[in-house]
């Protein structure tokens, strides 16, 4: 892979939505201007999201496309979404928003790795408190 | 203790609307239950989504739940039930 995964123009400390959908847009724009998707994957991330949610505890959602979106995915990538004043998901307050775009099988590989940095309370820290985008992406830039 | 192999069912492996049912489901159990990937895995619990998502279990990969107690027997027979049907479908 030539490009990064979290590119530091999807690292965004200080973010605001108005409301979930907000939320999961901005996470599939700053994927689009990385580069890493097609406009019609964003679609497909509020879809998934209707159909299932991509919370997973501890203040942390993930939003990502359906299968179907595959095909508007040019890249693996990451975008890293902080919104300290929370957004409500489902009576859930998310924190983080970590968007992905996977090619083909590959996102099952990329929620187990950013699944295993959540639950390391150290790192975890990290992507809650630095004010580094730097350090967000050390962290975050081998998770693909 | 009392444990259950089974082949994940789902297309799109145990993540997404899978791996949400397959932890709704586990924590509604009234003991803790734990999966692993394969037979010789980290047994993580099965009630937390994370933990879960850390196996990056793949269609066909199989997986070991495990349980002790009162219920064992009974909700293990639910979750490998679950796990065996395709949850995409």
Redesign the interface.
Known sequence: MTEAVLDRRAVRLEAVAADREDAIRQCGQALLAVGAVREPYLVTMLE?ER????Y???GVAIPHGT?AGKDAVLRDALSFLRFPGGVDWGGERVTICIGIAATG?G???V??E???I??DPERARVLRESGEADEVIAILGGAA | MPERTVTIASATGLHARPAKLFVEAAARQGVPVTIRLGSSGRAVPANSMLSVLTLGATHGSEVTLQADGPGAEAALDELATLLATDLDA
Not at chain 1, 51 to 54: A, E, G, L, Q
């Open positions: 998934r159909s299932i949610s991509t997973v505890g501890e299968l099988d996102h099952v590989a929620l187990a950013l699944a295993e959540l639950l």
